[in-house]
């Protein structure tokens, strides 16, 4: 199975900070790397798929980068709103598999 | 819109079985797989396995194989998971999330919301 591995797991940030989270796969994924947003009490909902590709509806303050096995989600700007639990995922092959969690709490 | 309904939380006691459900709408049922995945309280999100909802094909996570069982009905346009022989550690939220491919990447979107199974004696 392929380890997912996040840091940092807990990040504490201002309203209008600029913050990166990494996602380290335990061998190469290529680009099959998506990014989701929970809430407390909510499904994930998908925010970057293919490491860097945008899901529609999703504000442009979020961003994505990497390939192989190092890739990154970067929020520029941050929201009230964007204080959640952010998931890195592979789809490169089954076992889908997900990072621990990053948890995005308000300084 | 695209939507995925969840049956509601669910108690059971140690070596009982749960059967959760997972209804589509906004979209052709048959068109997309539909995969489970699950998250102990505090932990991590962990795959379970997924459906071919149009031909029923089935593929499970190793850690599970044997306990759970993912099926459909067409008609109905629902997915179910079907765990057995529960043990505490299996108490979490349940999810169902249809997957579709863009740009050649497959994605989970979007997410039942989530059904929460408690296994205490």
């Known amino acids: 199975d392929i380890q997912m591995t996040q840091s940092p797991s807990s990040l504490s940030a201002s309203v209008g900070d600029r913050v990166t989270i990494t996602c380290r796969a335990s061998q190469s994924i290529s680009s099959y790397l998506n990014w989701y947003q929970q809430k407390p009490g909510k499904a994930p909902n998908l925010l970057i798929y293919a490491a860097s590709s945008l899901q529609s509806g999703v504000p442009s303050r979020f961003s994505g980068s990497g390939s192989g096995t190092d890739f990154t989600l970067t929020i520029s700007g941050l929201q009230p709103e964007d204080f959640a639990t952010y998931y890195c995922q592979q789809s490169y092959s089954t076992p889908r598999t997900f990072g621990q969690g990053t948890r995005l709490e308000i300084k | ?121």
């Open chain 2, 1 to 121: 819109q695209v939507q995925l309904v969840q049956s509601g939380a669910e108690v059971k006691k140690p070596g009982a079985s749960v059967k959760v459900s997972c209804k589509a709408s906004g979209y052709t049922f048959t068109s997309n797989a539909m995969h489970w995945v699950r998250q102990a309280p505090g932990q991590r999100l962990e795959w379970m396995g997924w459906i071919n909802t149009g031909n029923g094909n089935t593929r499970y996570s190793q850690k599970l194989q044997g306990r759970v069982t993912i099926t459909r009905d067409t008609s109905a346009s629902t997915a179910y998971m079907e765990l057995s022989s529960l043990r505490s550690e299996d108490t979490a939220v349940y999810y169902c999330a249809r997957v579709y491919m863009v740009r050649g990447s497959e994605v989970f979107d979007p997410w039942g919301q989530g059904t929460l199974v408690t296994v205490s004696s």
